[in-house]
């Protein structure tokens, strides 16, 4: 089933057809743009590294949870014909398109635009499906619009990636045709119409189609047989895996329909098996939404019933095209026919393996320019690590293939762009920003593809050698080759060597990996990386572990900034001990705690511990200064004893510094509203690399590949200033992680939560899973400033802001430099750039002054020397080769040009000068006549800026260079004059 809509993806999920169309026997076939497509916002929610989406959904896609099926990787070619019984028989994948959308719209139906491929969902990645877009309008979350729309929308699907190019029919991006009716109409319709369209619009021979339906549901069964008139022995009842479409574990859910097309309809109606790709492909999936699930598993009809369809666009498309897969189809052929060019290989003469290869590049490109074009950029984490695996699966490929570089005798050159050409160019019907988009889409490509070429090389050849000393070390021990997770995950995480491609390596050599071994040493690295700042060893003196006999700590910081608690445990380096006295620095573990530990980017509290004794006389004080978490939920006050003694089982008073909390709680919730505010202004697809919450600032690192213009930088000021001044109150919940993610709230990509979870939400702005201190209210920030934007990595930027009382501060600091600033100048804050513009004008035109002064100075002093140039023997070669004491380079440059005019040619001229401490300039002058005898400035004066400390180069007639040793430049001039002398000696000897 293509179209299960919000189904629990808890199998696999075999990927449906795919995408665009274009060429015909040479013929261009257009058709009206219905579709514009524009981003809508996302909250990524994927939990683990894994790529498989139908893993990481909570609902979503329009294809059935089948079982496991064997495949057949041969193509098998479609056979006898398909009888075209609509006036319409042109089959493009853009008239198929065009056709499906005017047959809904001519019933009333509503044409959409497709969303984006960044969904606003938080439950799935990327857009898996057609109703996605619809999805709040079926849970009942928002009303209706439009009683029934149709929608061509673009998807994505990478769980079965490892099937692409292998079977007729598994894809990462396809099109989905889809028809909803929201309470509108029902069964009757969806089927008679969904009937009309194949038989009627598209012309398929009714007894080429089976039918499925769901085991239970006779009132489907009775429609298509005794209303559409299909024979018994062509509807398959099948079960609720197959044929059953649920939202979840209760809410909305229905049976669901099929309709399969029969490629040989010559082997009969016994044994027929619908999941027999070989023989059948569903194109059409109809989901009659008609029950509500409870908690104990019953079902209540709905007050509104809904349809959800999908029909696959590049199924039907290889049906009516009558080409024996999905890729030979105009909507993917013209990007293979490009690929085979590039590779110089024929594709109809083509093995089987080279075929995949070309299948697989013809998808991926598709997937991977419509990702780029919606704003994934490609990165090591989410949506982003999506593209940037099928980008390095294609310039992998395209390698093993023998593209070499751009293909077209540029081997500096990248692939990348010249296919993504094709997608574009099939582009407009499909989505028409894609066109506008395509500077960046290329640039991004390029960029990409290059990068990865290095990584790809070395890595390239330690897995050879890997793979070569796993197979020997195999015929030794007569045993399977195998690659150890070590290995592994040395070429992951010292080369950048994707796992993946790792995997498919190996497999093309035999060799297996022990996944399990690699599992273990990723997750190794990341406990240690967290653990590597606030691991504290806790350990006595005899090395016996003491960490049974310490109790988690309980957290009482979110309501109370004091309160009282025992001392469980005191550790001086690492070592326990049962007092403390004054002037130590000490670990102190306490059974409850107001301080917050750090984490999630947030930095520990400070404050003071308190001893008391029974007339609360103060008997000691500890100014904490840090607390950290460690194994597991146990924290760590690290202090230092200011006056008394502090005991193990002694009662404490705990109390948090209230500013130092209040200034983390500011720059806390100004970073969910940073992030909410980048979301908004750059796009959807940026996500957190990282994060820092401090007491003077914050620091927030994300996804993007490039630098913020000053206006966006102005406009996400504006955006949490606005905020701010909202004062919304925020709310904050503990709630299932399922239901948090259901509601919206972002979850890091790769961070692992319990299952109960902490939301914090800004109403209307943001909505996170976070453990931090946040403020009340939004007004208790006060106001928002960056202070900084930059480049940290590839990929990743970095700001850092104030707010609250240290924008205060800021903004004070700066007021008092500006003061300053217009006392010096004597001139008002407002006047302030005007003036210094000037003052630069000034410096400039003086500057320029003081060079022409100098220059002139020189060519005066340079026609002093000129006089000293002596002739090599016979020839007429005059040379000379001196020092100016400490003339600049532009002035030494000036003195050359006149000395050599005035020797006239042919004349060598070398110059050398100490313009300023620790400086060295020199000067390399040579007329055409001296070039002639095989002479270049540029080379000769290399060597010679060399024993200066320095080096530099130029034309063959005029050279300049630099050095850092002016106490070597009398050396370096007077090995000048000796090769000279030596060379043109040689030279007109």
């Not at 102005?714 to 509601?743: C, F, H, Y």
């Not at 940290?792 to 008092?816: H, K, P, Q, T």
Request: proline residues 4%; hydrophobic residues 40%.
């Amino acid at each position: 089933m293509m179209n299960e809509g919000l189904r629990v993806l808890s199998h696999s999920l075999p990927p449906p057809p795919l995408h665009r169309s274009s060429r015909i026997n040479g013929r261009h076939h257009l058709c009206l743009p219905f579709l514009n497509f524009h981003p809508t916002p996302f909250h990524l929610s994927h939990s683990s590294g894994s790529l498989l989406l139908g893993n990481s959904v909570t609902m979503g896609t329009h294809e059935k949870q089948s079982k496991p099926r064997t495949v057949s990787a041969t193509i098998q070619p479609t056979t006898g014909e398909v009888v075209a019984e609509s006036q319409d028989v042109s089959t493009s994948g853009d008239s198929i398109r065009r056709r499906f959308l005017e047959f809904y719209a001519s019933r009333g139906h509503r044409v959409l635009p497709s969303s984006s491929l960044v969904p606003d969902d938080p439950t799935v990645l990327l857009t898996i499906a057609g109703m996605l877009q619809f999805k709040p309008i079926f849970l009942g979350q928002v009303p209706r619009e439009v009683p029934r729309a149709a929608t061509s929308q673009k998807c994505i699907r990478t769980n079965d990636i490892e099937n692409v190019g292998r079977t007729s029919r598994h894809q990462t991006f396809f099109e989905m045709l889809g028809n909803f009716s929201f309470g509108d109409y029902f069964k009757k319709e969806a089927i008679r119409w969904a009937w009309e369209l194949s038989t009627l619009e598209f012309g398929l021979p009714s007894e080429r189609l089976w039918i499925s339906v769901f085991e239970e549901d006779d009132e489907a069964f009775t429609i298509w047989h005794d209303e559409i008139g299909v024979p018994v022995h062509r509807i398959k009842r099948m079960g609720e895996e197959d044929n059953f479409w649920s939202s979840g574990i209760t809410g909305p859910c229905g049976p669901c329909s099929e309709i399969y097309y029969d490629f040989h309809p010559e082997k009969g109606y016994t044994d027929t098996d619908l999941n027999d790709d070989t023989r059948f492909i569903e194109f059409y999936n109809l989901v009659f939404m008609q029950y509500n699930k409870k908690e104990d598993g019953s079902l209540e009809p709905l007050k509104q019933r809904n349809i959800d369809t999908g029909l696959g666009l590049e199924r039907m498309a290889r049906i009516l095209q009558k080409v024996p897969n999905n890729y030979e189809t105009d909507l993917i052929f013209p990007i293979i026919e490009k690929a085979s060019e590039m590779a110089n290989v024929r594709y109809a003469l083509a093995d089987d393996p080279t075929k995949t290869k070309l299948k697989i590049i013809g998808d991926h490109l598709r997937a991977i320019v419509y990702l780029i074009s919606d704003g994934v950029i490609p990165s090591n984490i989410g949506r982003g690590y999506i593209v940037r695996r099928l980008i390095r699966r294609v310039v992998r490929t395209g390698r093993l293939l023998g593209i070499k570089g751009d293909g077209a005798g540029n081997l500096d050159g990248a692939m990348l762009p010249v296919l993504a050409e094709i997608v574009i160019d099939l582009s407009p019907q499909i989505d028409i920003d894609v066109k506008s988009r395509s500077p960046r889409i290329l640039e991004e490509l390029k960029r990409e593809e290059l990068r990865f070429i290095l990584t790809l090389e070395r890595g390239e050849k330690l897995l050879e050698q890997m793979l070569a000393n796993a197979s020997a070390s195999a015929q030794e021990t007569s045993t399977v080759p195998y690659l150890s997770g070590k290995d592994a995950f040395i070429l992951y995480d010292t080369y950048g060597f994707p796992v993946e491609i790792t995997m498919e390596v190996a497999a093309e050599r035999g060799v297996s990996i022990d996944m399990e071994a690699f599992d273990s040493e990723m997750e190794n690295q990341r406990r240690q990386s967290q653990a590597a700042h606030s691991t504290v060893k806790l350990t006595v003196e005899n090395g016996a572990d003491q960490t049974k006999n310490i109790p988690d700590t309980e957290f009482l910081g979110y309501e109370y900034l004091s309160a009282k608690a025992v001392v469980e445990g005191l550790l001086i380096n690492g070592s326990s001990v049962l007092q403390v006295s004054e002037g130590n620095e000490v670990d102190i573990l306490l059974n409850r705690t107001p301080f917050y530990a750090e984490s999630g980017g947030q930095i520990g509290d400070q404050g003071f511990l308190y001893v008391t004794d029974a007339e609360n006389h103060q008997k000691a004080v500890v100014e904490i200064k840090d607390v950290q978490r460690s194994l597991g939920n146990i924290f760590v006050h690290k202090g230092s004893i200011r006056e008394g003694i502090i005991e193990v089982g002694k009662e404490v008073e705990a109390a948090v510094d209230k500013n130092m909390r209040q200034r983390s709680k500011v720059h806390h919730t100004a970073t969910h509203l940073l992030q909410a505010a980048l979301k908004k202004v750059i796009g959807q697809e940026t996500s957190q690399a990282g994060s820092l919450v401090a007491f003077d600032r914050l620091r927030f690192d994300f996804n993007f590949n490039r630098p913020l213009l000053e206006n966006e930088v102005m406009e996400i000021e504006n955006l949490i200033n606005g905020w701010i001044g909202d004062a919304s109150l925020l709310q904050t919940k503990v709630m299932p992680i399922v239901d948090a993610k259901r509601a919206g709230a972002i979850a890091m990509f790769g961070e692992k939560y319990g299952d109960q979870v902490r939301v914090v939400e800004v109403p209307g702005v943001s909505m996170e899973l976070c453990g931090g201190t946040h403020v009340s209210n939004t007004a208790e920030i006060r106001g928002f400033k960056i202070i900084s934007e930059q480049g940290i990595a590839s990929g990743i930027r970095r700001i850092e802001a104030v707010a609250g009382e240290a924008f205060i501060e800021y903004v004070s600091a700066r007021d008092n430099y500006m003061k300053q600033l217009c006392s010096t100048l004597k001139v008002k804050a407002e006047e302030v750039t005007t003036r210094v513009d000037a003052l630069l004008e000034e410096l400039r035109n003086t500057k320029n002054e003081v060079s022409e002064v100098r220059s002139k100075a020189a060519v005066d002093k340079a026609s002093v020397i000129a006089s000293k140039a002596f002739t090599v023997g016979n020839s007429k070669i005059r040379v000379l080769v001196e020092c100016m004491d400490d003339v600049d380079a532009d002035s030494l440059k000036s003195a050359a040009e006149y000395i050599v005019d005035t020797l006239q040619d042919p004349a060598a001229v070398i110059l050398g000068s100490c313009p300023g401490e620790g400086k060295v300039s020199l000067v390399a002058a040579f007329t055409p006549g001296v070039v002639n005898l095989g002479l270049q400035a540029g080379k000769f004066i290399g060597p010679i800026a060399k024993i200066c400390g320095g080096g530099g180069g130029g034309r063959p007639n005029f050279a300049q260079a630099g050095g850092r040793k002016p106490e070597n430049l009398s050396s370096a001039l007077e090995k000048a004059r000796s090769d000279l002398l030596s060379v043109l000696s040689e030279k007109t000897g």
